[in-house]
């Protein structure tokens, strides 16, 4: 099965009613700051907290007891944390006994990219580590495979990987008696651009590899099932789609793992040691349910809302471009470049206008540089320095986006005139 047939949006466009504006994501947004109205979008750094979760976090907060502990009110801790891992699992297809929760997805990344894998309860050591040259910083500086084991391949020009290169590595290192681990997000944080996990892992596996999947940005906005896809590991994060910071999972199946990152008791399988958030964690469980249960129609909402916001943008704006326009992308996710301006300049003008936007991954947002996905993809340097993410979630309305429209028609000719005035 393809890629697209498991984490494809094209098919959910068409699907609920997601071309209608809808009116409860302002009542259930959470209450704006003093002053001027605000759009934030923004998901793909974090997402508001949604009420389902905030409920389940604060019902968490006002129980006492240590999930460990053997006590009625240790196993009622325990119980919250059980069945929030039942949610996580239900929403990747997996088995609750895979479920290892961590800090985030970060911690997640770190926890499965280490040569010493086991699977099905046996050794399977890995002597390479492939990864896309697009992934996330995580996966890129993150793992725990010495430097010289780490190869990055190539994507095309709409920052997908290069399957080709990807079949000639693993030919290559299983030659030499190499069994490779493939890092492989399912669609990219800045460009939103789907990968084609399924066509990769299949790859791998004909070469008795191993598949880890970040799939932080397209849990809750499209389908996800780890048989399908074929990967081994896959990480989370419940901020991206609505739940606390400080709670993300790695999901593998039963019997396969790595070796820990913190060592101690015996918690989390003794894959993470240390007592459990279980209010992040309930509160994990809660934005899993609702985000399965309102996948297909919030696809098709969010893809109407952004296709709205980037014709409006293209037809209103000289010298707008759509990064990887043509691609198969996230539906919340548009990339907006202009030629002749810097992105950092543009967020703040923009920040300034009451609308919340970022440049490139929120991990890389303090540091001023070229964005290293699009570089990979080729985008030419004059456009890469002035290209801005728009991402939209649960809590967007066709109103942030409108106000979003007008703010770029205002504030991008405003800052190519200043910047002529000043040459």
């Known amino acids: 099965m393809s ?27 959470p209450a704006a700051n003093a002053g001027a109205r605000r759009a934030y979008l923004d998901h793909n750094a974090t997402s508001p907290l949604r009420r389902e979760a905030r409920a389940a976090l604060l019902a968490a907060l006002e129980g006492v007891g240590n999930a460990s502990s053997v006590h009625a009110d240790g196993r009622a801790a325990r119980a919250r944390i059980e069945a929030a891992r039942g949610e996580v699992a239900r929403l ?3 088995s609750p006994r895979g479920v290892v929760f961590t800090s985030g997805a970060t911690e997640a990344a770190a926890l499965a990219l280490h040569p010493a894998v086991e699977m099905d309860g046996r050794p399977k050591p890995c002597h390479v580590l492939l990864m896309g040259a697009v992934e996330h910083p995580a996966v890129l500086r993150g793992h725990r ?5 780490v190869e990055v391949l190539p994507v095309d020009g709409t920052g997908r990987l290069d399957l080709g290169a990807l079949e ?16 492989l997000m399912a669609a990219n944080n800045e460009t939103g651009v789907v990968q084609p996990v399924a066509e990769a892992a299949r790859l791998v596996r004909a070469h008795d590899g191993v598949v880890f999947c970040d799939a932080v940005q397209a849990a809750g906005r499209l389908p996800l099932d780890m048989a399908a896809l074929g990967v081994d590991f896959l990480s989370l994060s419940a901020h991206k789609m609505g739940g606390p910071q400080g709670a993300g999972a790695l999901v593998a199946g039963p019997d396969d793992r790595t070796p820990a990152l913190i060592a101690g008791g015996g918690q989390e399988r003794s894959r993470r040691a240390g007592t459990e958030n279980s209010p992040a964690i309930a509160g994990f469980g809660a934005v899993a349910r609702v985000a399965r249960a309102d996948l297909a129609a919030e ?10 916001l980037e014709r409006a943008v293209l037809a ?17 996710t548009s990339t907006l470049t202009f030629a002749g301006l810097r992105a950092e300049t543009l967020v703040i003008a923009l920040d300034l206008a009451h609308v919340s936007v970022s440049a490139g991954s ?12 699009l570089s990979a993809m080729g985008v030419p340097e004059d456009r890469a320095a002035g290209a801005i993410r728009l991402s939209l979630g649960w809590s967007s309305t066709r109103q ?3 106000e979003a429209v007008a703010a770029l028609q205002k504030v991008v000719p405003h800052l190519r005139s200043r910047a002529v005035r000043a040459a």
Do not use: M, W, Y
């Open 3 to 29: 890629a697209g047939g498991i984490l494809g949006s094209q098919d959910l466009r068409s699907q609920g009613p997601g071309s209608q504006d809808r009116s409860e994501a302002g009542a259930n947004a």
């Open 92 to 94: 990747v297809g997996a």
């Open 400 to 402: 942030d986006v409108d």
């Open 316 to 332: 209103g704006v000289p010298d707008a471009e759509v990064i990887a326009f043509g691609a198969e992308r996230l539906p919340n």
């Open 145 to 149: 495979f010495p430097a010289e084991a």
């Open 168 to 183: 000639a590595a693993l030919a290559r290192h299983a030659a030499a008696g190499r069994r490779a681990l493939l890092a």
């Open 299 to 308: 696809a098709s909402r969010l893809a109407t809302l952004r296709d709205g």
């Open 362 to 373: 929120a991990c890389s947002s303090g540091k001023v540089g070229a964005s290293h996905v």
